[in-house]
């Protein structure tokens, strides 16, 4: 079975600094997907950024950025020049090519000014 | 705005009791995914369908149902209460089994 791991369960950050976000996941597929979400303190689940096995460049969107180490079975989640609306909890996500999804349990990610 | 609607937001019921949760997806989207989300286990991925047929099943008690009905539009049975189910409940939709997944806001239950 897939697993999901997320070894930090607490990040802090200052505004304008970046952080890393950790996440390792084991699978024998080789064709999969990995994901970010964000869950603010509404509760409502927000897609970060998506990226798919298959492809060697690492995904971006705007102030975040991926690298995935397809080898090492990693997929870390880089946030750069922090603001206050990044405070969430982040969650690493992998699914199969079924789309049965597997979620890690969530890194909090606290802001400061 | 995510464009996936879940109803009812909140629902308090008791043990023993049986509840339905319903979903609609975004338009365009054939996918629909249900997760659980409480406290202590994280958010844990029921099941989904894909054009009216289930397509990845999760970790899905035996006391819960789920169907995707010809308007795509999704159902969530929970019957046989206990007070560990509990959660909020996610549905999501997207345009394929592995393309991103459009969050609704989530249904809270209780069960007292």
């Known amino acids: 079975a897939q697993t999901v791991t997320q070894s930090q369960p607490e990040m802090s950050v200052q505004e304008a600094e970046t952080v890393t976000l950790s996440c390792t996941y084991d699978?024998?597929?080789?064709?999969?997907?990995l994901f970010w979400y964000k869950q603010p303190p509404s509760r409502q689940m927000i897609l970060v950024i998506r990226?798919?096995?298959?492809?060697?460049q690492n995904a971006t969107e705007n102030r975040f950025s991926v690298n995935f180490q397809k080898a090492a079975k990693s997929f870390s989640l880089k946030i750069s020049d922090s603001q206050l609306g990044d405070a969430a909890m982040y969650f690493c996500a992998y699914s199969d090519s079924w789309g049965k999804f597997q979620f890690g349990a969530g890194t909090q990610v606290v802001v400061t000014p | 705005d995510s464009g996936v609607t879940q109803t009812p937001k909140h629902l308090i019921t008791a043990t023993g009791q049986r509840v339905t949760l319903r979903c609609s997806p975004r338009?365009?989207?054939?996918?629909v995914y249900w997760y659980q989300q409480s406290l202590d286990q994280g958010l844990q991925f029921l099941i989904q369908y894909y054009n009216g047929e289930e397509r990845a099943k999760g970790n899905i008690l035996e006391r819960f149902s789920a169907q995707q009905f010809p308007d795509l539009h999704s159902e969530l049975n929970l019957s046989s209460l206990e007070l560990g189910d509990s959660a909020l409940y996610f549905c999501?939709?997207?345009?394929?089994?592995?393309?991103?997944?459009?969050f609704g806001p989530g249904t809270r239950l209780l069960v007292l």
């Open positions: 999501a939709s997207s345009v394929a089994s592995t393309s991103a997944q459009y």
């Open positions: 990226q798919e096995a298959y492809k060697q």
């Open positions: 699978t024998s597929e080789s064709d999969y997907y």
């Open positions: 338009s365009g989207d054939l996918s």
